[in-house]
């Protein structure tokens, strides 16, 4: 075998049976390289350099951790010892994850790998052995920096051409991500202008069939109607109440469709509230049906005349416009103290209407942002409402986000067994990534059963900084760190109240 035939992994490697003059030549180039190296100026330390964040420094100077922990004790001594980067690699036993590549959305540090992190659901299905969706997932306490992640990936999506949806921000800090980008926010709330009527019919995709078209709206309606009833009742419908439903909604829409116009909340009610139209539509002689949707007539006057009274009974202020680059729905304004019911409501509301706006597959890639949804985790109806949006997510190209505290959130959604429980569960399947924020002392256990966490995993969880987070993405896992840049920490900062 001829010198010329071997693999080298550098001009520095010296094979044995090479001549002299070639043996020579190659160590006056060592001599010069190595030169070269110490001549080269030091890296600055890191410490002094202003990075763009200055919360974020390094934990170590640049010269590595101080004091006897390093291993640099300074006394060990080896014989130096060449060999090919290939060989090295096979010895070197601290290995960091490789990254899931550069397309896509920049998100910071992958901390172990030191190396930049990008992050695409869209760009990673298919790709990805184990990725089935795009749905992500996102725990972590109180102010550590969950919505300004979340606001990070709008933010930098709408560069990738993605459009942002906010179906409800309870908080209201949504709307300064949503005007700095040239979107639209629809504020709803007492004494506010705004209005939205959830029966507001999706329009038609290109190409579906007139009749299934209308069947499709009228399943949605009802599924719509019997999630308020269920929300103000706490319980689930009996059949006869299904049959009111029914029949209320199919009156309500035959008159409406005669003069051209669109449903409201407040025609149904009142076709529920006057049995003997009900019990006319059946044939029903006895007046059962009448009686039975007694108590769906009431369930839906608390968004008539109740707390909610005209926000979402009455015809839309605002048309939906596709080509803005997002929308939120601003729901600050509903209080909120105590009763969540009221928000249930208005989130069941506003995310219907949302909805279905969004279900034309040709509107493009989607983000879908569930802020806060820990809020709404134990009525059961917006779950089913919400996973059954989920299951749709691929064909119509939409990401869905769910912002909440902790996984036992979750579980707290129904009993072992029940379907509260089972819905919430089937939720965290349609997640194939799963970010990790820092969980209480007392939620490590639940989190690492109910995800699967190694023991390592579960430590690193417990002690999580401000925006790092353990990131499961399809059975990988990365540590990574959120980078903000200056304007968005301006952006996002909800600190600000609590410093003024
Ligand atoms: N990666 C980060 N680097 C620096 N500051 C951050 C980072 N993430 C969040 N913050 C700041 O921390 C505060 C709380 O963040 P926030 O996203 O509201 O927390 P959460 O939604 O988890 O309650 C905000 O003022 C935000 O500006
Ligand atoms: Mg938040």
Redesign the pocket.
Known sequence: MSSRDRATASPLFVPHKSDRRSARAAKEQFATARDQARGAARPDDRRRTTTL?P??QPTYPAGGRPGPASARGGRLKLPAHRMTTAVASGAYPFLAEGGLGSQGIYV?QDVHAEAAFCYDPFALYGRLEGFTNPNILLA??????????A?SLALRAVAFGYRIYVPCDPKG?WTVVAQELGGQTISIGPGLPGRINPLDAPAKPYGADEREWANEVRKRRLLLLGSLAKTVLRRELHPMEHTALDIALDQVVAYHSAVGTTPLLGDVAYVLNSPDRLNAATGEPSGRLGRAAEDLAHALRRLIHGDLSGMFDAPSTVAFDPTAPMLSIDLSRLGGAGDDTGLVLAMTCASAWMEAALSDPRGGRRWVIY?EAWRVMRHSALLERMQSQWKLSRGLGIANMM?IHRLSDLLTAGDAGSRGRALAEGLLTDCSTRII?RQEADQLASAAAVLGLTGVETQAVSALT??RGLWKVAGRSFIT????HPRE?EL?????RMAA
């Open positions: 964040d919360d974020l910071g972590g306490v109180i102010g550590m920096g969950k919505s300004a992640l606001k800090e802020d912002v924020y401000k925006g760190q959120h980078l903000l920490r996002f900062d909800t600190d600000l």
